[in-house]
């Protein structure tokens, strides 16, 4: 073996193994499962810390209702209203952008980055078979039916015959 035929062969395994990591890694990357853990961690983050603004918001108000009912000058604390509700408000803005980030990224990847429709985020296989089941079910019954027809047609074409 010459020196260039040695360095050509060890260039294409380096290539081949390289691509295999490479593919490897990129259905890695995005593995549905993967994909879903993801999701349900940022999003559900943000679900849970607007959650805890919400009730920071109800605690506020009962705080509020509280020391206007029961103080000597029925004294109107806002303070206690305004701002867990602003922090509630600042955190439910916050969540509905990163669910918004989220859906338009995942929807950027499918579009333009991922080829086959098994390996797009958020790809349904269940949901698919499903369709394409009912699908040809649908087209079974409309069979079915221009038999029957037929058989009626071949039916009544029969009888009068007989006649």
Known sequence: MTPRQFLKKQTNQVINQSSRSITQF?????APNLLTFVISVVVGNSFGSTIKELVN????????????????NHLLN???????????????????????????TIKFINDKLI?????KWGYNQAHDDALKLHKQQEE????????????EIMNSDKQKENK
């Open 26 to 30: 990129r259905q890695f990357l995005f």
């Open 115 to 119: 080829v086959k429709s098994e390996e």
């Open 78 to 104: 806002y303070a206690l209203i305004s701002k867990p509700f602003g922090q509630f408000f600042n955190s439910l803005i916050t969540m509905i952008f990163i669910a918004f980030i989220v859906f338009y």
């Open 140 to 151: 079974t019954i409309d069979l079915q039916r221009k038999i029957l027809k037929q058989l």
């Open 57 to 72: 918001t109800i605690s506020g108000t009962l705080d509020f209702i509280h020391v206007w009912i029961f103080s000597k």
